[in-house]
């Protein structure tokens, strides 16, 4: 089976996001890049039941090379944000605290030092039709600069430069939606300048290369 570790790797991380309850259902999609192909979750499996030979493998323009099933519907976006960006995995969802900020805000603000993992404030990609071109441009835009956007009424994208860094991004993108909905319930919560989420960037990029 061609790419068959990915696959599996896909496989993986999607039970993992459902079971932190990132998605209700079968939503959510996830995708990793390995050179000129894409791995990509199928459009509709339950996540209980998926195996590493449903995962599809596509070329860059979406031509399946290796695919049972149709890919997500998503797959729009995710051969747009690979074309746009150096991601080499990105991981869709529908968390709770995320997807009701978009419903009443146009970012998620410096609120937290936290937000410097994907280079600051994240963006609230404008609405449109789930799977269209225009959501896929959307998502695109907001993500030029950072490794995560959210997405007007419907869910959240990250990348990383690994699935298990692109699902990680998703739990700390809940974690901080989910500050700044309990601290915007009660008052203005106090933002930190760019300069400081600049320095923060800095010192988490260094600590990624430390040996642990
Ligand atoms: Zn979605």
Redesign the pocket.
């Known amino acids: 089976m061609l790419l068959s570790e990915v696959r599996n790797e896909v496989v993986q991380v999607c039970r993992e996001m459902a079971a932190a309850g990132l ?1 209700a259902g079968t ?3 996830v995708s990793a890049r390995i050179g000129d192909l894409v791995a990509v979750s199928p459009s509709g499996v339950d996540y209980g039941g998926l195996t590493a030979g449903l995962v599809g493998v596509h070329k860059l323009d979406g031509t399946p090379v290796e695919a049972e099933l149709r890919p997500t ?2 797959m729009p976006l995710h051969l747009a944000v690979y074309a746009a960006t150096e991601a080499k995995a990105i991981v ?3 968390p709770v605290a995320a997807t009701a900020l978009t419903t009443v805000a146009d970012e998620l603000p410096a609120i937290h030092y936290q937000v410097a993992m994907f280079g600051g404030p994240v963006a609230v990609a404008p609405y449109a039709t ?1 799977g269209s071109d225009e959501l896929a441009r959307n998502v695109t835009t907001a993500l030029r600069r950072r490794t995560a956007c959210l ?1 007007a009424n ?2 959240a994208v990250t990348t990383g430069r690994t699935l298990r860094e692109a699902l990680t991004g998703t739990r700390y993108l809940e974690w901080l939606c989910e500050v700044y909905l309990r601290a915007v319930a009660v008052g203005q919560p106090r933002l930190l300048p760019p300069e400081e989420i600049e320095l923060v960037a800095v010192k988490l990029a260094d600590y990624g290369r430390r040996p642990v």
């Open positions: 998605v939503s959510g999609n519907s998503e869709h969802t529908h789930y997405m419907h869910g």
